[in-house]
């Protein structure tokens, strides 16, 4: 079985400043890696996503992440934030191989840019 | 890009009654679709996985018999919250998974705000 955990359940930050949010995941198999964005009352965007290759992943709105095996994670970055980026997000993984598609997300983290 | 609906958005209802939930893959074909459950200011738990034509595979612990799931379209799934009390008011979100050749993403609809009185 897999689990996540998201080290910080609230992060506040200053408009224009650099951030990182914590994801550890612990798993016995190849596993997927995902960042997915809640706005209030909204469902989930996918923000980016690693499946193999490069470790280090670029998604949208300016979001980044780095695979790491051997210390399993898989933090988010943002070398600048909006007031736009105050939203939930969320890590996720997956089992890699065939027939098992669900996701196991993390407890979440609640950004928030500082004016 | 794939989108998902849910449909309504919002429901107040009162306690004993029941309300469906619909979630629709709207430009794609969805065999497989997961029903999850927010509490406020937590993570999404998987309450079951939908499958077109045949029933539902629930989480441990979730009641099948109160939240009926039927899947009886490749782009229909509807959960059904039956005999509804205030502690199932919470916020229901859908997802139907990419089918594609190496898809591997998961697509969320917006979400269900479901509060019983």
């Known amino acids: 079985a897999q689990s996540v955990t998201q080290l910080d359940s609230q992060v506040p930050v200053f408009e224009e400043a650099p951030v990182e949010l914590r994801c550890n995941y612990s798993?016995?198999?190849?596993?997927?890696l995902f960042w997915y964005v809640q706005y209030p009352n909204q469902g989930l965007q996918l923000l980016l996503k690693y499946l193999s290759g490069s470790t280090l992943v670029k998604g949208i709105n300016g979001f980044e992440a780095e695979f790491n095996k051997s210390q399993t994670s898989f933090h988010l970055r943002k070398p600048s934030v909006h007031i736009s980026d105050t939203a939930e997000y969320f890590c996720a993984v997956r089992w890699a191989g065939a027939g098992s598609y669900q996701l196991t997300f993390g407890k979440g983290t609640k950004l928030s840019v500082i004016p | 890009g794939a989108v998902v609906s849910q449909h309504p958005s919002r429901v107040i209802c009162k306690s004993g009654t029941s309300v469906k939930i619909e979630c629709r893959s709207l430009d794609f074909q969805a065999t497989t679709m997961f029903w999850y459950r927010q509490f406020p200011k937590q993570s999404l738990m998987l309450m079951a996985t939908s499958n077109e034509g045949s029933k539902a595979t629930y989480e441990q612990g979730v009641e099948k018999d109160k939240f009926l799931i039927n899947h009886a379209s490749l782009t229909l799934s509807t959960l059904t919250v039956t005999s509804a009390h205030p502690e199932d008011s919470s916020f229901y979100i859908c997802?139907?998974?990419?089918?594609?050749?190496?898809?591997?993403?998961?697509?969320f609809g917006p979400g269900t705000r479901l509060t019983v009185t």
């Open positions: 997802s139907a998974r990419d089918e594609l050749p190496g898809g591997v993403e998961q697509y």
């Open positions: 798993s016995s198999v190849s596993v997927y």
